[in-house]
């Protein structure tokens, strides 16, 4: 009976998925290439002129807000080069460096915008992420090696924070994928 059970709901599963197919993911109306997928089309002016002469530089990510379907993006203007903000330095009429952190609305219109390095509190020092969550909370972070030792702080016994951090291409591993824990403290005692 058990057996049974289990063939009839996995079938059951197998048909309810078949069903819905790759087309749901589309809008009605919606234009699709040959395998079912939504195709989209690149609007070279969205977005809109940002305000201020602000501009944009270095854009690391990119966030939507699943409640209103705005964009949020990081714009790390603090990373950017001087010839990418002309008007900084008065030799153009433009460009200067805008916030860190800006929202646009569907349109492409600015909504909001903050956040400074340096001026803003517990702001990243390497801007990388922005996610938006289903209750409006906005995420950013940052990779930096101050950055991983900032948040540990905020978060753990100041026994268990790290004093360093240090980024590596990869671990060395067993043949079944196991961290070499042992060799890692060799090669630090070797320091």
């Not at 790759?22 to 009605?28: D, F, G, K, T």
């Not at 195709?39 to 530089?57: A, G, T």
């Not at 940052?142 to 950055?147: E, S």
């Amino acid at each position: 009976m058990r057996k049974t059970a289990s063939v009839f709901g996995l079938v059951s599963l197998v048909v309810v998925l078949s069903s819905l197919g790759l087309r749901s993911q589309a809008q009605p109306g919606q234009a699709l290439d040959e395998g079912g997928a939504p195709v989209f089309k690149v609007d070279p002016f969205w977005p809109k002129w940002l305000p201020n002469k602000w501009s944009m530089q270095q854009v690391t990510g990119i966030g939507i807000d699943p409640s209103n379907d705005h964009v949020w993006f990081l714009n790390r203007a603090a990373a950017a080069n001087p010839d990418e903000t002309g008007g900084a330095n008065g030799r153009l009429d433009c460009c200067i460096q805008g916030p860190e952190l800006i929202e646009l609305d569907q349109e492409g219109n600015v909504v909001r915008a903050w956040g400074e390095k340096g001026k803003t509190e517990k702001w990243p020092t390497a801007l990388q992420t922005v996610i938006v969550d289903s209750k409006g909370f906005v995420w950013v972070a940052g990779t930096a090696a101050q950055d991983i030792i900032d948040w540990a702080r905020s978060r753990m016994a100041a026994f268990k924070v790290p004093r360093t951090v240090q980024f590596v291409e990869a671990l060395p591993k067993t043949a079944t994928g196991k961290i070499l824990w042992r060799k890692l403290q060799e090669e630090e005692y070797r320091k």
